[in-house]
């Protein structure tokens, strides 16, 4: 074997090393010695040979080497965030699925949309061996606790389901959008850019508002997270990898994202401990999981623990997905002149006279948004083809076969105890699927089915092709509860800028990867000025805005 004759002497060495003992009771005593050690040597480089050769089933998906052994994927994983799963795929030859070996153990990665949407149905994959890490390790739920909490979680699940759905969703997003009008009603009431209101910074302004209105909205009146806890939040965010590795360096490798995490609970606590959590204000997503979480003995400390995690989830991709929206949207008048037109003519905006001296109102209905306004929807959802790569995570639960229906019905195994994942990243872009350039913005890929972006009518088969490509938000048992709420703040935002106001300045600067944990890509201003300013478009000057949805009205 080459592996032998790598080691100085080789085996040889050590048989030589034999026959040039002295004969007698030296080579008696010596000779068990050095026959265990060539025994020891034979083994630890058949176990070399494993763990830098694994071999595979040949049922299991075709591998990709590591170009440093062991360690090479993961190398790559973190120096390329999701641009990882596009380079990987230039490398599996069109292979649907493939297998990354890292260190002692491997790990699939699912190309085909078809295979990713079956994979996202399997009751042989599962999230919740990733969420049960994570909510010790990087959210800081006590073991004890969550031994309360694990056995219940598809019942618990439920709960965001419900807060997030039907008249729960309702009041959530009228509370959100409520706050952000008093953002757009502090814009001064004047035309033109002279008397505009200027943001230093365009990202910085969007994090800050929709973090306040995402407080406020989850935890009611009594909310008693401010702008310094968004601060601690994008701390967190940025630097909880260090968490994620758990074991006992966490609190050091992690200690920024620790004491930020620390910092934000400590407000939380005296919140639960008041009731705050069971207040009327309080948005039904708190208040049924608090009620749940009471009944398994979960104290208030343990209720603060587990509510640090709502707010993180809430904005952690609605912020940048709002930011590449507003930027896309903004910074192309001919968008922006489609959408007024859109938006007016729908019946969504509604303006009283302002009688007796008050300012006209402006109310913008909400309710059934995205239908009653098509263009603003395809805006939307081309926001996030373009700039989502959510990162699907599953764990095999028990050996099992998936099938790729578009090699025929070819099956794969899956091996139990393997981490499965898959990217939006390449879903979203794939040239056959979108067009020669996936990259671009382009809302008209969701107009009429993607027919005027294309040029011509599409078959039934690219139909589907985009379909199943679109996976923003996950999918199966564990697709996103939030992304209703996520979608009405994007929706409402935008449409009420689009039609009371001039927006100057907007540019749309370079992006990188996602972080980890997170899907959306994130600007990367560089030299690029992030400033802009808003003024009221002429003829809205004096009018303050108000969000409503059915009954619901702020």
């Known amino acids: 074997m080459v592996l032998f004759g790598s080691l100085p002497g080789g085996t040889g060495g050590l048989l030589q090393k ?105 009751r042989d994959l599962s999230f919740l061996p990733f969420a049960e890490h994570w909510s010790e390790d990087v959210v800081g739920i006590q073991k004890d606790h969550l031994a309360l909490v694990m056995p219940h979680m598809e019942r618990l699940s439920h709960s965001f389901w419900t807060g997030t759905s039907g008249e729960n969703l309702a009041r959530l997003n ?51 997270l401010g702008e310094e806890d968004a601060e601690d939040y994008t701390t967190f965010e940025n630097n909880f990898a260090g968490l994620a590795i758990g074991g006992p360096l966490k609190r050091i490798i992690g200690r920024k994202a620790y004491n930020a995490r620390e910092r934000i609970q400590n407000k939380l606590l005296p919140y639960m401990l008041a009731g705050g959590d069971f207040d009327k ?26 509510e640090f995690l709502t707010p993180w989830v809430a904005t952690l991709n609605t912020i940048p997905t709002l930011f590449w929206f507003f930027t896309e949207v903004f910074s192309q008048p001919q968008i922006v002149e489609r959408l007024q ?16 001296g008050q300012p006209r109102v402006a109310s913008l209905d909400i309710a059934d948004l995205e239908n009653r306004c098509p263009y603003l929807m395809a805006c939307y959802r081309e926001t996030l083809r373009v700039y989502n790569e959510n990162v699907g995570n599953r764990m095999v639960l028990r050996d099992t076969v998936i099938q790729d229906p578009d090699q025929g019905g070819r099956e794969y195994l899956l091996k139990a105890g393997t981490n499965v994942q898959w990217s939006a990243a390449t879903t979203h872009k794939d040239p056959r699927v979108w067009g020669a350039r996936p990259h671009d913005y382009n809302p008209d890929n969701f107009v009429d089915g993607g027919e005027q972006a294309k040029g011509g009518r599409l078959t039934p088969e690219e139909r589907a092709a985009r379909r199943l490509g679109m996976i923003p938000f996950g999918g199966g048992k564990h697709l996103c509860p939030g ?22 300045g907007v ?48």
Request: hydrophobic fraction near 45%; include cysteine; charge should be positive.
């Open 18 to 122: 034999l026959r040039d003992i002295p004969s007698g009771d030296d080579k008696r005593l010596a000779y068990p010695v050095l026959m265990g050690a060539l025994i020891a040597t034979i083994l630890l480089l058949l176990a070399a040979k494993r763990i830098l050769f694994p071999t595979l089933d040949p049922r299991e998906p075709p591998k990709v080497q590591p170009t440093i052994p062991m360690v090479g994927h993961i190398i790559s994983m973190l120096t390329q965030a999701n641009d990882f799963y596009i380079n990987i795929a230039k490398r599996t030859r069109g292979a649907p699925i493939c297998t990354l070996p890292m260190l002692a153990g491997k790990m699939y990665v699912i190309y085909s949309p078809a295979m990713i949407q079956a994979a996202m149905r399997s």
């Open 174 to 224: 009228v509370a959100a959008l409520g706050e952000l009008a008093g953002e757009l009603n502090a814009v001064p009431a004047s035309s033109g850019i002279e008397g505009a209101l200027r943001i230093a910074n365009l990202s910085v302004w969007i994090r800050r508002v929709i973090s306040l209105s995402t407080f406020r909205a989850i935890f009611g009146e009594r909310n008693p």
């Open 281 to 306: 204000s309080t948005s039904d997503l708190v208040r049924i999981r608090s009620r749940d979480h009471e009944a398994l003995g979960i104290p208030a400390s343990g209720r603060a623990k587990t």
């Open 341 to 356: 037109e859109e938006i007016l003519s729908s019946g969504v905006v509604t303006l009283d006279s302002g009688e007796n």
């Open 483 to 504: 992304r209703f709420f996520a979608q009405a703040e994007n929706l409402g935002f935008v449409a009420a800028l689009a039609v009371g106001f001039e927006l100057h």
């Open 507 to 554: 540019r749309v600067p370079a992006s990188v990867g996602a972080p980890l944990g997170a899907a959306a890509r994130q600007p990367a201003w560089g030299a690029m000025d992030p400033s802009i300013s808003i003024s009221r478009r002429k003829g809205w000057e004096d009018v303050e805005w108000r969000f409503t949805c059915a009954e619901h009205e702020t």
